[in-house]
């Protein structure tokens, strides 16, 4: 059974960072692409960044040179590291990985950027 369970989200300050995480399990985490993305009030869904197996990565424009996103394959673990934290990052973030045409997904974590 797949899971992903994030967290490391919160409050902080504009300008302010955060570290998130995701553990996952029942999955062969080293061979996976695994992703963040978030959903904003009233916003659809965006992709934030991913990190292939290799260790290559590709960010939303939106995030670029102040997010990094990492894994960490001996503890099943990816991360991201998101600094220079604005108002419109807030949003719950999801971990994602997609496996034999389905994507699975954790709970979210909330994060709240106050200005």
């Known amino acids: 059974q797949v899971q992903l369970v994030e967290s490391g989200g919160g409050l902080v300050q504009a300008g302010g960072s955060l570290r998130l995480s995701c553990v996952a399990s029942g999955i062969i985490f080293n061979i996976r692409t695994m992703a963040w993305y978030r959903r904003a009030p009233g916003k659809q869904r965006e992709l934030v960044a991913v990190?292939?197996?290799?260790?290559?990565?590709n960010y939303a424009d939106s995030v670029k040179g102040r997010f990094t996103i990492s894994r960490d394959n001996a503890v099943n673990t990816v991360y991201l590291q998101m600094n220079s934290l604005k108002p419109e990052d807030a949003a719950v973030y999801y971990c994602?990985?997609?496996?034999?045409?389905?994507?699975?997904w954790g709970q979210g974590t909330q994060v709240t950027v106050s200005s």
């Open positions: 990190i292939f197996s290799g260790g290559s990565t």
């Open positions: 994602n990985t997609f496996i034999e045409g389905r994507n699975y």
